[in-house]
């Protein structure tokens, strides 16, 4: 069984940066993919950012994500990790981790207020 913990979520203000973070443990096979998925206010949860599992290690951004995240995954410590800067008050939301293979396990999620 997989277990994801999130965290570094918590209040900035806007134009300030945050850094998440999700920790993996349990049955892990490091060609599975991780992603950071988010639900903000009133919407579905959407794609934030992918890092692939694998040789490759293929990153990718959900458009309102490019130029301000990067994410990063560190596969020895099964943790990936997401810079966040530039925040906006529309990036308020919570935050989740997935991994994905075979199985999909999510994260509990950590909670991003971006406000003045």
């Known amino acids: 069984q997989v277990r994801l913990v999130e965290s570094g979520g918590g209040l900035v203000q806007p134009g300030g940066s945050l850094r998440l973070s999700c920790a993996a443990s349990g049955k892990i096979d490091k060609i599975w993919n991780m992603a950071w998925f988010r639900q903000t206010l009133g919407t579905q949860r959407e794609f934030v950012a992918l890092?692939?599992?694998?040789?490759?290690?293929?990153?990718d951004y959900g458009d309102f994500a490019k130029g301000r995240f990067t994410v990063s995954r560190d596969m020895d410590k099964n943790t990936m990790d997401l810079q966040m800067n530039d925040l906006k008050p529309e990036d308020t939301g919570v935050y989740y981790c997935?991994?994905?293979?075979?199985?999909?396990?999510w994260g509990q999620g950590t909670q991003v207020t971006v406000s003045s």
């Open positions: 997935t991994l994905y293979g075979q199985t999909q396990s």
């Open positions: 890092a692939t599992g694998g040789a490759l290690r293929i990153t």
